[in-house]
């Protein structure tokens, strides 16, 4: 199920008849389909006659305006003739014989403190080809970085968001200050509303970006089931941990890990960070510790890249409890 979103500018009878119109478009467009697939040497033109019949038979396709009709009739002949084209020049692979429209299941609408929004959910599959690299990554998520790979590279917290959080506490401390159930009031629990609004996408957005960029460059993905809610009880730690999203990043993660068919797995988070990954010794250190140092190999190496060195190391050994992969919804 995919589900496109957009926002709006209508009325409730608005939204109805888009619905409306979606579905006689598709149902016109299906219906010529169908007309070519039974009937041979079928033209552009028997298309565009048989919108007329369908009209007359269906009271709903009526209400749809002829053009729009038309338009419904031209964009199965625009499949049609691409097919055929594909055909004629010997397109290698698949020619994209022209296939029934997606069912819109559901046309929703939603009030946010910014608008009203619409949203299609599609009941289709989709399908990522993904291009191996062979690379195999362990990540650890961190405070310092957003996150460090077993490759060594590290990812920066996004400091917009830090921007962002500045600009809430602003917007809360207007609101404090206006008078109680005055129109100022209002206006000022409104743009508090909408700031929220916008660092909550900023932060989803960020966390997707980064879990495609993730999935596409690799072959399989090891990370540290963390339990983030855990984590966040320790209150020092709380506001980084919630800035950095990791919970909506790994989600993003495992959704695109399903999406390209590479594996995603998580492992269990004992000793990752303590662990030396040259030569397997314990090597305890304290958070404010950035640098492994291991007594019995000599490795020197960042904290969280060795620790991400174990992550994978942990994967490849099996020793790993795999989590559901799941489709986060945008916020
Ligand atoms: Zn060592």
């Known amino acids: 199920m995919l589900v496109y979103e957009y926002k709006l500018d209508g009325t409730k009878q608005h939204y109805v008849a888009i619905d409306e119109a979606i579905r006689t478009v598709q149902f016109i467009?299906?219906?010529?389909l169908r007309l070519w697939m039974d009937t041979r040497g079928i033209s552009k033109n028997d298309l565009q006659c048989s919108c007329a019949t369908l009209a007359k038979t269906y009271p709903f396709a009526a209400r749809l305006?002829?053009?729009?009709?038309?338009?419904a009739a031209d964009r199965a002949w625009a499949a049609i003739a691409r097919f055929y084209d594909n055909c004629r020049t010997k397109k290698p692979?698949?020619?994209?014989?022209?296939?029934?429209?997606?069912?819109?299941?559901?046309?929703r609408i939603i009030r946010r403190a910014d608008g009203y929004f619409v949203q299609f959910c599609v009941k289709a599959?989709?399908?990522v080809e993904h291009q191996p690299t062979g690379r195999h990554l362990g990540i650890d998520v961190g405070l310092k970085a957003f996150y460090t790979d077993s490759e060594g590279?590290?990812?920066?917290?996004?400091r917009f968001l830090r921007k962002a959080e500045k600009r809430l506490k602003r917007l809360h401390r207007r609101l404090s200050r206006k008078q109680k159930k005055s129109q100022?009031?209002?206006?000022?629990?409104?743009?508090?509303?909408k700031g929220y609004l916008k660092v909550q996408r900023q932060r989803e957005d960020f966390a997707r970006k980064m879990a495609n960029a993730l999935i596409s460059s690799s072959d399989l993905i090891a990370y540290e089931d963390l339990k983030i809610a855990?984590?966040?009880?320790n209150h020092r730690l709380a506001k980084s941990i919630n800035d950095a999203s990791w919970g909506s990043f790994l989600a993003w993660v495992n959704y695109y890990g399903m999406l390209h068919h590479i594996q995603v797995v998580a492992v269990t988070p004992h000793f990752t960070s303590a662990d030396c990954s040259g030569c397997g010794k314990r090597v305890y250190k304290s958070l404010s510790v950035r640098t492994h140092v291991c007594p019995h190999c000599g490795l020197v190496l960042d904290r969280d890249h060795n620790a991400a060195l174990n992550i994978l190391q942990k994967a490849s050994e099996g020793t790993v409890g795999h989590t559901e992969t799941y489709a986060p919804m945008r916020a």
């Open 93 to 107: 692979g698949k020619k994209g014989y022209p296939q029934f429209q997606h069912e819109i299941k559901r046309v």
């Open 65 to 71: 305006n002829s053009q729009a009709r038309q338009a």
């Open 29 to 32: 467009r299906n219906k010529c």
């Open 230 to 233: 855990n984590l966040v009880r």
């Open 125 to 127: 599959e989709r399908k």
């Open 184 to 193: 100022n009031r209002k206006k000022a629990r409104k743009a508090l509303a």
């Open 153 to 158: 590279s590290a990812r920066e917290n996004p």
